[in-house]
């Protein structure tokens, strides 16, 4: 199992942290937003170092779907009714002014960058569709009503974005890292003050990015409580129809596709992790159905961490951090918001203001009703009987026997059958006999 994007692609070496250093920023974590973040420091000419504990790009970049959008579901109507116009406003003018920076970007880098039409689609919700409609032109933006749709079932039509887009997000990734002071193979075991410690050295820093997916610091923040994280399963298929754009469900267990070159790239079957879902079989049965005699060459699965009032956190990561930056919580966006976090982040790392920074504080109200939904799901982990138990937070692990792992139903950490870690916020190896 492994995503489309690794297919024949190489990205650039870094040595691994060997000895003491210090460095004025120091940012953990080299996936797209980490690197992002390296390289808007090292273009304003600050003085940093990136750390990554494996390869860059070796966990959530590599299995994205890899659409550049500032459409994120029909998400606007919720944000106008539970954030108000203006907030709305800052969630869609940070968005956009990511995706106009990949425009920008891209235009010299060789990353598959096609301009794409994106859409939200309902299978019988229109209504859901029209009340999208005005909140966007509320905040601003005018999108299309829909009816023709280029997927092979009936629906009642989509929300559509013009001018959008989609890459290969590793060719990218790749080639934005090549010239950056990255080190890989150099992994966090310890935090202090201002110090970070791996196998083979230690950095003293002035400021701190983590931008490791789930944030690794559990004692300030409480991202445990304002997080859970969400699978996602991507199938693959050679010589599929066109669908001619980025298409997503409205509905929580609905479909996405997209092309890449010859091939359909068909997402869902999702779960909160350690809860069961549809996985491949769901998108295979649905592959068989619309696209019998295409075949399957690649499959994979994407892992989110969703915030419980559906904005990412990005800035301090908390009041008691003042030198510590985080960027976490992306949902299902991870492409726009990296680009828009390391934006933000780079701003505050400087000193310097941003106009969306104050929406996107992790430092926030989070008295919402998931919050609570979120503690009942630990409490009724850490009470279950399992000798398989996440050294994270000692929950109780879950079998999942699509992928066969371990994993953790409260804050999504995951262990092969032998218990090796492969998704954090567990930051070692589970131990069992």
């Known amino acids: 199992m492994y995503s489309i994007w690794e297919e024949g692609i190489e990205l650039p070496f870094f040595d691994e942290l060997e000895g003491d250093q210090s460095t004025e920023v120091l940012i953990i974590g080299g996936g797209l937003a980490g690197i992002l973040c390296a390289y808007f420091l090292q273009e304003s000419g600050v003085d940093y170092m990136l750390l990554e504990g494996d390869r860059i790009c070796g966990k959530t970049t590599k299995n994205t779907t890899a659409k550049i959008t500032f459409q994120h579901g029909l998400l606007y109507h919720k944000l106008l009714r539970k954030k108000g116009l203006e907030q709305t406003q800052m969630y869609l003018g940070a968005n956009q002014a990511a995706v106009n920076k990949y425009f920008e ?44 749709l280029e997927l092979p079932f009936p629906t009642a039509g989509a929300v559509k974005f013009h001018e959008q887009a989609q890459f290969h997000p590793l060719k990218f ?41 789930f944030p690794i610091d559990n004692k300030h923040g409480l991202y445990f409580m304002k997080m859970y994280q969400h699978r996602s399963y991507v199938i693959a298929l050679k010589n599929a129809s066109n669908v001619r754009g980025m298409y997503v469900d409205e509905a929580k267990g609905g479909l996405s596709f997209r092309n890449q070159k010859d091939y359909l790239l068909i997402g869902g079957g999702g779960h909160r992790t350690g809860k069961r879902g549809g996985s491949w079989q769901e998108l295979r049965s649905f592959g068989a ?145």
């Open 173 to 213: 990734a790749g080639s934005i890292a090549k010239n950056l002071n990255i080190y890989e193979n150099s992994f966090v075991r310890e935090l202090g003050d201002h110090w970070a410690v791996t196998d083979k050295g230690k950095v003293a820093y002035k400021k701190l990015i983590i931008a490791t997916h």
């Open 105 to 148: 970007l891209c235009r010299n880098i060789d990353c598959d960058f096609e301009v794409k039409p994106s859409y939200v689609y309902s299978i019988d919700k229109a209504e859901k569709l029209e009340k999208e409609m005005r909140a966007l032109e509320a905040v601003g933006y005018t999108p299309e009503l829909s009816k023709t």
């Open 289 to 433: 159905k619309y696209y019998s005699g295409c075949t399957e060459d690649f499959s994979w699965a994407a892992q989110d961490c969703i915030p419980i009032d559906d904005v990412p956190y990005i800035g301090r990561y908390s009041k008691h951090m003042g030198d510590c930056f985080v960027a976490t919580g992306f949902q299902k966006w991870g492409v726009s918001t990296s680009m828009a976090a390391a934006m933000i982040l780079r701003d505050l790392v400087m000193e310097k203001q941003n106009e969306y920074a104050q929406l996107f504080s992790p430092s926030r109200n989070m008295l919402k009703p998931r919050l609570f939904m979120n503690l009942w799901e630990s409490a009724s982990n850490l009470l279950s009987f399992s000798k398989k138990r996440c050294p994270h937070l000692g929950c109780a692990l879950k079998w999942n026997g699509a992928e066969h792992s371990w994993d953790c139903p409260c804050h999504g950490s995951r262990f092969d059958a032998q218990g090796h870690v492969l998704d954090n916020p567990a930051n070692g190896n589970a131990q069992w006999k």
